[in-house]
């Protein structure tokens, strides 16, 4: 284990339905991450939140919208999502300030399926 | 926008025979990450190189990077059927301080 844990594991949702995806990470980090994995194609940066602060979103759609309570928790809430949206949706954290010197701490990733 | 593309997409050796993967990216980078994916898993940090660096080794992996070809190569000797996975090379460059990831060598070791 990564320290890096993600809830549910796996999702099936219509696309008017709102769920929400949980990370939460035991490691003392400073910086978390959302990635959207879909097959054949590259890891897709989302969002990446420094000290509770977004610094980055990578012009994802408002459909996606994300909240970090704290430096241990991340949410991603999802809401009248497309078929196109179903993914894996991987969690990670860093020591660091979200740059790409740091170590990423990866989560075991939400299967997300939008019917 | 892509900046590190991984090669070959699949590999399939036997357990005991060393296992090559290359990545090569665009633009100037400062650093580069190696990370392995089992199947339906989050990735695994294995190592990072440094601009400056030529060469990294962490057990059985060795890793190089050629600054002036754009690229890097991820060695694993001895392989075991354990390492069978998805490997990722990550850099930075292209105008963004963020990891950029490439999109993978399957490799595939056989008992």
């Known amino acids: 284990e990564t320290g890096v844990t993600q809830t549910p594991r796996h999702l099936v949702m219509g696309m008017t339905n709102k769920k929400s995806l949980k990370c939460e990470q035991h490691?003392?980090?400073?910086?978390m991450y959302w990635y959207k994995q879909s097959a054949k194609k590259p890891l897709e940066l989302m969002f990446v939140?420094?000290?509770?602060?977004?610094?980055e979103n990578n012009s994802v759609p408002s459909r996606f919208s994300p909240e970090c309570p704290n430096s241990s928790h991340l949410f991603l809430h999802l809401h009248t999502l497309q078929p196109e949206d179903s993914a894996l949706y991987l969690c990670?954290?860093?020591?660091?300030?979200?740059?790409?010197?740091?170590?990423?701490?990866f989560g075991p990733g939400t299967r997300l399926t939008v019917l | 926008s892509q900046q590190g593309e991984e090669d070959p997409q699949a590999l399939s050796i036997q357990e005991g025979e060393n296992a090559t993967m290359n990545c090569s990216y665009k633009?100037?980078?400062?650093?580069l990450q190696w990370y392995r994916q089992n199947s339906g898993r989050g990735l695994v940090h294995l190592i990072l190189?440094?601009?400056?660096?030529r060469e990294k080794h962490s057990g059985r992996l060795r890793v190089t990077l050629d600054t002036s070809k754009k690229s890097s190569s991820l060695l694993i000797t001895a392989s075991r059927a354990a390492d069978t996975a998805s490997y990722f090379c990550?850099?930075?460059?292209?105008?963004?301080?963020?990891?950029?990831f490439g999109t993978g060598t399957r490799l595939q070791v056989f008992p």
């Open positions: 490691l003392g980090h400073n910086a």
């Open positions: 190189i440094r601009s400056n660096e």
């Open positions: 939140y420094n000290f509770k602060e977004q610094t």
């Open positions: 633009t100037s980078i400062n650093n």
């Open positions: 990670a954290s860093s020591q660091g300030e979200g740059t790409s010197t740091d170590t990423q701490y």
């Open positions: 990550a850099t930075d460059g292209g105008g963004t301080d963020k990891l950029i």
